[in-house]
């Protein structure tokens, strides 16, 4: 029987897709280097329904040149039949963006596919820790 005070991901929707590369690409260069940044914002409407858009700004090259670069936003969206068991700012910075991920993941090896490069497949992501390191930078600031 499942847990119904629990989110569950009703909907995604690859909101914007971006993707840059140069005519060489040479990943075996030791001085090639990945970079991917994250972004979660969410927003709580009526009925238990959350709304979390994920954005992944990727880029990969050698020094100060860009050889790929790409930018993927997705939105879920989550729905709770009764009262959650984690709150939903906790769900919505971390829980919520976790299941998201392996859609982002997928859309960029994909598309690194259909480029003509080997698809770059990202590790996965804490976001318990990273939303932890956005609160404490945030303090700091």
């Given at each position: 029987?499942a ?27 030791p ?10 914002d ?13 954005t992944?700004d ?12 790409a930018?993927i ?20 910075k ?8 392996p ?5 960029l090896?994909t598309?690194t ?6 698809p ?12 932890e ?9």
């Amino acid at each position: 029987m499942a847990n119904k005070s629990s989110f569950r991901l009703t909907e995604i929707y690859l909101l914007e897709s971006n993707f840059k590369r140069a005519i060489n690409v040479n990943f075996e260069d030791p001085s090639f280097k990945n970079n991917a940044d994250i972004t979660v914002d969410h927003q709580v409407l009526e009925n238990q329904t959350l709304h979390i858009t994920v954005t992944l700004d990727y880029s990969a090259g050698k020094k100060r040149v860009k050889e790929i670069s790409a930018k993927i936003k997705m939105m879920g969206i989550f729905k709770c039949d009764s009262e959650p068991v984690i709150p939903i700012e906790q769900f919505a910075k971390a829980n919520g963006p976790a299941i998201m991920f392996p859609f982002l993941r997928e859309h960029l090896a994909t598309t690194t596919l259909k480029a003509g490069i080997s698809p770059i497949l990202l590790p996965a992501v804490n976001f318990i820790r990273l939303s932890e390191e956005l609160k404490a930078k945030k303090r700091i600031q």
